[in-house]
């Protein structure tokens, strides 16, 4: 089935490690990003990407990198992950990001990370 | 500030009964609205998508509708059903880019047999 596919499902980390959550999209989507959510808190923005080679930071992007070699795949990497980063993560992508702001965003399943 | 809240936090009601979620928001330049449906440990799904000509819109069970000149929204869900139960956000963009959209922290609804 066409979507996102994000990996892993859940991660246990130990604070100052370093890990990469995946997100791969297979409906030529020119925009992908990646949010956090914590309980009570809407949806944060990490960063984004409006096509491949070409990133932005979104509202809370402390802490985290990303890259875009790729249409299909937008990783999101933690370097030295800190307790403050225990969230669920989702990716989401859109087929385009234009002022008109009318597409759809399609979101993986999400990511649950815990760091220790 | 750009803000969307969303009332109430958390609503039961009964298997069959209709109800209404509520969303303000302080978005400005308003381009569009959503509505999600976030079912537990999955991401969420659009369920209706409003832009500022439009008043009401629906979805099967689910009717939208948008005030722009109050700046408020609502979600009817009519003859509930156990598989309505999950998280309903109110997503607003405004009139710049993907990467201006505000999300409300949504409603957690459950029904009840």
């Known amino acids: 089935n066409a979507g996102v596919t994000q990996t892993p499902k859940f991660q246990v980390l130990k604070t100052g490690q370093s890990m990469t959550l995946q997100c791969a999209q297979d409906?030529?989507?020119?925009?992908m990003s990646w949010y956090r959510q914590d309980p009570g808190m809407g949806l944060r923005l990490i960063h984004y990407?409006?096509?491949?080679?070409?990133?932005d930071q979104g509202e809370v992007p402390n802490g985290y990198n990303v890259s875009r070699s790729t249409t299909e795949d937008f990783p999101l990497r933690l370097l030295s992950a800190a307790p403050s980063q225990t969230s669920v993560y989702f990716c989401?992508?859109?087929?385009?990001?234009?002022?008109?702001?009318?597409?759809?965003?399609?979101f993986g399943a999400g990511s649950r990370l815990t760091v220790l | 500030k750009n803000q969307v809240e969303q009332s109430p936090q958390s609503l039961i009601i009964l298997e069959g009964k209709n109800c209404t979620l509520q969303?303000?928001?302080?978005?400005?330049?308003?381009?569009?609205l959503r509505w999600y449906k976030q079912d537990t440990g999955r991401g969420p799904v659009s369920l209706t998508i409003m832009t500022f000509s439009e008043n009401t819109k629906s979805n099967g069970r689910y009717t939208a509708t948008l005030d722009a000149d109050t700046k408020q929204s609502s979600l009817h869900i009519t003859a509930s059903q156990l598989s309505d139960s999950a998280s309903y956000i109110c997503?607003?963009?405004?009139?710049?880019?993907?990467?201006?959209?505000?999300f409300g922290s949504g409603t957690r609804l459950s029904i009840r047999p």
């Open positions: 997503v607003v963009s405004r009139y710049s880019s993907a990467s201006k959209i505000i």
């Open positions: 989401a992508s859109s087929y385009s990001s234009g002022p008109s702001g009318a597409n759809v965003l399609t």
């Open positions: 969303c303000n928001y302080t978005v400005s330049p308003f381009s569009n």
């Open positions: 990407s409006v096509g491949a080679g070409i990133t």
């Open positions: 409906m030529n989507h020119e925009y």
